[in-house]
């Protein structure tokens, strides 16, 4: 099992319609998530972090996690074509402490 | 505000060439500081990290190696690359272990 899980897509979503992404841990003891977005040719950018159990919403990004269960989401409300790109999960592992262990990234697709 | 610099932004060596690739912060004192690698399609693997000085925590054993000469400046050294180096190496920073990482633009090699 991997650390840290996404589908790779692509998530084909329509301009203006909802983006659900979801990603799965293995640990337990997580204690930071984070959501980063990356272009195709350049670095990832973060867009969220979420520590709590909860929802945690900036502008039309929303974050959930929910530790019991091992998984963090990213909805992208009113998709826009500039949201195509990769999203990447990462987990800081809080028995590993510095390290940020990242999923595969899912590849977002929005369609005008 | 902080700014995370690296070069070069592209390189092509040869194999057995050696490597030196720099990463510099501005705007903060004393960051964790990471290296990792992208490969064409991949995830992020988390090579090297260093929370000071001199500090530094390898993840994967290989023929690379890190320095930390100064506070906010990170180098990233082979004595002779491998085919299987190539890649997009990014270096990132944050304040402490369970903080954001916050990423540079990124070094694309290519070893031919």
């Known amino acids: 099992q991997k650390e840290v899980e996404q589908n790779s897509g692509p998530l084909s979503v329509p301009e203006g319609a909802i983006a659900s992404l979801n990603c799965t841990y293995s640990?337990?003891?997580?204690?930071?998530f984070f959501w980063y977005r990356q272009y195709s040719g350049k670095s990832p950018e973060l867009i969220m972090s979420?520590?709590?159990?909860g929802d945690k919403e900036d502008g039309r990004f929303t974050a959930q996690l929910n530790k019991a269960s091992q998984y963090v989401s990213l909805l992208i409300r009113d998709s826009q074509p500039s949201d195509s790109a990769t999203y990447l999960c990462?987990?800081?592992?809080?028995?590993?402490?510095?390290?940020?262990?990242f999923g595969g990234g899912t590849r977002v697709l929005v369609k005008p | 505000s902080q700014t995370i610099h690296q070069w070069p932004a592209t390189l092509v060596q040869p194999v057995g060439s050696p490597l030196s690739l720099e990463c510099t912060v501005e705007g903060t004192s004393n960051p964790n500081l990471y290296w990792y690698r992208q490969a064409a399609g991949r995830g992020l693997q988390l090579l090297f990290y260093s929370v000071g000085i001199g500090q530094i925590s390898s993840e994967v054993p290989q023929n690379l190696s890190a320095s930390r000469p100064q506070d906010r400046q990170f180098i990233l050294s082979s004595k002779k690359l491998l085919l299987s180096d190539s890649g997009f190496y990014l270096c990132a920073w944050s304040l402490g272990p369970q903080e954001t990482q916050y990423f540079g633009p990124g070094t694309r090699l290519l070893v031919l």
């Open positions: 990462a987990v800081n592992r809080g028995a590993a402490g510095n390290k940020l262990t």
């Open positions: 979420i520590y709590s159990n």
């Open positions: 640990d337990r003891v997580s204690q930071s």
